[in-house]
C-alpha cells in the first residue's frame, strides 16, 4: 500500500479548524453507550436517580466525550488527508481532560488543533488536540490523540472536496484559546445548571496511599457485546463493505476505545461516582490495539488498579490501571485522575 503524506500548509503553520457540524447528546444514546462500555451506574440510565445526585439531566459516562471528539478526528481526516480510510487508522495513545460531565440535551461542536505530522514510508503519525464546546462555546472536554493513519495514494485529478466544502473553516487568531495538553491543567469547570455539583465519590480520600490497591474486576465479553459496541459508536456505518465485519463472521475484535470505556468504567465502580475522573491517559500496548474475540466462551479481561500518587493539596488521587487479557496487557500504559470532595 502506498502512502499519501499530510501537505496542509495552513495546518503546518499551526492553524487550528472548527467543525460546523454538532452533536447532540441524547439520553438513549447515552443508556445505549453505557450499557455497550460497562458503566452501569444508575445516573447513566435514570433522569431520576441522577436529579437525586444533583444533575439537571441523564448523564454520560466520561468516556462518551471520545466517541464525539472521534467523529471531529475523522471528519477533519477525511477532508484534509488526501485518500483517508477510518478503516486505516490506529489510535497510538489518547488523552481525555475532563471540564464537566456531559448531560442529556447537551449540544457539542469541536475545533481541531493539529499539533504535528510526521511521514514515513508507508504511514503517517498525526497529533491532534480536539476541544469539545457546548452551546455556550465553554469548553467541556479536550481530547489529544496521536493516530497512525495509513493512506492510498490518490492522484491529483481524483482529490476531493476541500476542508471548507466539507464544514470546516478556520479558527481566527484572536477566538483561540489556550488548550489543555498533555502534562497540563485541565480546564476549570464550570459552575452552571449543566454542571451543578462537585465530585462525591464513596472512597474517603483519608484512607488512600500510595500504593493503595483497587479491587480487581472482571469483565467478560462475547462478539456481541463487541458488536453492540459498534452500532453504538456508530463504526460499522462509517467502515467501507471490505471492513465491514457482518453479525456472523467467526469472531470479532475488540476496539481500544472499548478497552478504555471498560477501564473507565470499572474506575467509576470503584469510586461510586463517574464524575469524580478529570483525566484519562492511555498508550495501547503493541500488537493490541484490538482484541480478538473467538466464537467460543467469551474472553474475560482482568482489571487492577494502583493508587501511584496523592497530591492532599487538591485532593486528588492518580491511579494507575492494569487490563490484562489472554495472558498480554492491553495497555502499555493507563492512568486516571479522581478528584475528592
Known amino acids: 500500500?502506498?502512502?499519501?503524506?499530510?501537505?496542509?500548509?495552513?495546518?503546518?503553520a499551526d492553524e487550528r479548524l472548527w467543525s460546523r457540524n454538532t452533536f447532540a447528546v441524547d439520553a438513549d444514546h447515552i443508556r445505549e453507550y453505557a450499557?455497550?462500555?460497562?458503566?452501569?451506574?444508575?445516573?447513566?440510565?435514570?433522569?431520576?436517580?441522577?436529579?437525586?445526585?444533583?444533575?439537571?439531566?441523564?448523564?454520560?459516562?466520561?468516556?462518551?466525550?471520545?466517541?464525539?471528539?472521534?467523529?471531529?478526528?475523522?471528519?477533519?481526516l477525511a477532508a484534509l488527508v488526501p485518500g483517508f480510510h477510518i478503516g486505516r487508522i490506529l489510535h497510538a495513545d489518547r488523552s481525555l481532560d475532563l471540564a464537566r460531565p456531559l448531560l442529556a440535551g447537551d449540544r457539542v461542536g469541536c475545533d481541531?488543533?493539529?499539533?504535528?505530522?510526521?511521514?514515513?514510508?508507508?504511514?503517517?503519525?498525526?497529533?491532534?488536540?480536539?476541544?469539545?464546546?457546548?452551546?455556550?462555546?465553554?469548553?467541556?472536554?479536550?481530547?489529544?490523540?496521536?493516530?497512525?493513519?495509513?493512506?492510498?495514494?490518490?492522484?491529483?485529478?481524483r482529490t476531493g472536496p476541500s476542508g471548507y466544502e466539507r464544514g470546516l473553516e478556520l479558527v481566527p487568531t484572536r477566538h483561540r484559546p489556550r488548550l489543555?495538553?498533555?502534562?497540563?491543567?485541565?480546564?476549570?469547570?464550570?459552575?452552571?445548571?449543566?454542571?451543578?455539583?462537585?465530585?462525591?465519590?464513596?472512597?474517603?480520600?483519608?484512607?488512600?496511599?500510595?500504593?493503595?490497591?483497587?479491587?480487581?474486576?472482571r469483565h467478560t465479553l462475547a462478539p456481541a457485546d463487541v458488536m453492540h459496541h459498534a452500532s453504538v459508536v456508530g463504526t460499522l456505518g462509517r467502515l467501507g463493505p471490505d471492513d465491514r465485519v457482518p453479525t456472523t463472521s467467526p469472531g470479532a475484535v475488540t476496539p481500544g476505545m472499548l478497552s478504555l470505556g471498560l477501564a473507565a468504567g470499572y474506575l467509576s465502580s470503584w469510586l461510586g461516582d463517574p464524575t469524580a475522573v478529570s483525566k484519562y491517559r492511555v498508550q495501547y500496548a503493541p500488537k493490541m490495539h484490538y482484541l480478538p474475540i473467538g466464537t467460543g466462551e467469551p474472553v474475560p479481561i482482568e482489571f487492577r488498579g494502583r493508587v501511584t500518587w496523592l497530591n492532599p493539596i487538591r485532593r486528588t488521587a492518580t491511579i494507575g490501571i492494569e487490563a490484562i487479557a489472554k495472558g498480554r496487557k492491553l495497555f502499555g500504559y493507563a492512568t486516571a485522575e479522581a478528584r475528592f470532595a
Open 1 to 12: 500500500m502506498g502512502s499519501a503524506s499530510v501537505d496542509v500548509p495552513h495546518v503546518a
Open 35 to 76: 450499557l455497550a462500555v460497562g458503566n452501569s451506574d444508575r445516573i447513566h440510565l435514570d433522569a431520576d436517580a441522577a436529579a437525586v445526585r444533583g444533575f439537571g439531566a441523564l448523564v454520560a459516562p466520561p468516556t462518551f466525550a471520545t466517541m464525539v471528539w472521534m467523529r471531529a478526528e475523522e471528519e477533519t
Open 112 to 157: 481541531v488543533h493539529f499539533e504535528s505530522f510526521r511521514h514515513y514510508r508507508d504511514y503517517d503519525i498525526v497529533s491532534m488536540v480536539t476541544t469539545l464546546r457546548d452551546r455556550h462555546a465553554q469548553v467541556v472536554a479536550v481530547g489529544s490523540s496521536t493516530l497512525l493513519v495509513h493512506t492510498q495514494r490518490v492522484p491529483p485529478h
Open 180 to 217: 489543555s495538553v498533555l502534562g497540563e491543567s485541565a480546564p476549570a469547570r464550570r459552575r452552571d445548571a449543566a454542571a451543578t455539583r462537585g465530585p462525591r465519590p464513596v472512597v474517603e480520600f483519608s484512607e488512600l496511599s500510595a500504593g493503595f490497591e483497587l479491587p480487581v474486576r
